[in-house]
């Protein structure tokens, strides 16, 4: 089996009170050959302060801050400057099992994989529970039609990455499914797997309720499978961890 070295690329706007719960999780991984690179767009909270307070826990640790137009652009600078064999792009609101990494490297060994992601799954709250079901079902039953994977976490080799350009940075949401479809037109070999488990925040649906994320994941999901990328805003959505904060 190999063992792959990763590099764990997040990009960060006002995140002070979700990105210690993933560097928490990130620091307790045993399998220990990878580098963190958060790439931040100047936030105004205590984001930045959080970061360094893990450099003594986290060993290759990079916090570059820049002015990012969208989180497409933030994930490309950020794997500019990666020096491993697979990138890693984790939103700020999600935390990892203990063994996630060791599994992650166990499955791109075992399936010679080119890219992959996982399940997401809520800790908490049966609004996303359900929303996240439905989108682990979907994922899993169309990855040899339609592959795709879910922003909070996706797992390229750089080499492939780097052939298909990186992220759309005209894209204004659904970067993500763009970027495996990109992948897998040029022979990159995806998978979807239920684990290791990744725990994403539900943090959007409790704040705009079940209805309308249903609504706009639909939406998003419809236009790009009938009309491509969407380049042009096709409902409010706004970044960022200050949007959650009451």
Not at 9 to 27: C, D, F
Not at 38 to 66: G, H, V, Y
Not at 147 to 152: C, T, W
Not at 155 to 163: A, H, P
């Amino acid at each position: 089996m190999k063992n792959f070295a990763f590099s764990i690329i997040i990009p960060t706007l006002n995140e002070e009170e979700s990105l210690p719960s993933l560097l928490q999780s990130i620091a307790m991984q045993p399998y220990k050959n990878f580098e963190v690179i958060i790439a931040d767009c100047f936030s105004k909270d205590k984001t930045k302060l959080i970061a360094l307070s893990f450099k003594n826990r986290i060993e290759k640790l990079t916090f570059i801050q820049k002015k990012f137009k969208n989180v497409s652009q933030a994930r490309n600078h950020g794997a500019s400057l990666a020096r491993n064999d697979f990138l890693i792009f984790f939103d700020a609101d999600i935390k990892i099992e203990k063994k996630f990494l060791e599994e992650i490297n166990k499955k791109a060994s075992l399936y010679n994989l080119d890219a992959l992601t996982v399940w997401n799954r809520a800790e908490k709250g049966i609004k996303g529970k359900f929303i996240f079901t439905l989108m682990n079902i979907s994922m899993s039953l169309f990855q040899k039609i339609k592959p795709a994977a879910n922003g909070p976490c996706i797992i390229v080799k750089k080499n492939f990455f780097e052939k298909v350009g990186g992220f759309n940075e005209e894209i204004v949401f659904g970067e993500d499914f763009d970027l495996i479809q990109r992948l897998v037109e040029i022979g990159a070999k995806f998978a979807v797997f239920s684990k290791p488990i990744l725990y994403v925040s539900t943090r959007r649906f409790e704040k705009e309720g079940l209805i309308l994320s249903l609504y706009k994941s639909l939406k998003a999901i419809c236009h790009q499978l009938f009309l491509g990328p969407i380049k042009k805003p096709i409902f409010e959505y706004k970044m960022g961890g200050d949007y959650y904060k009451n």
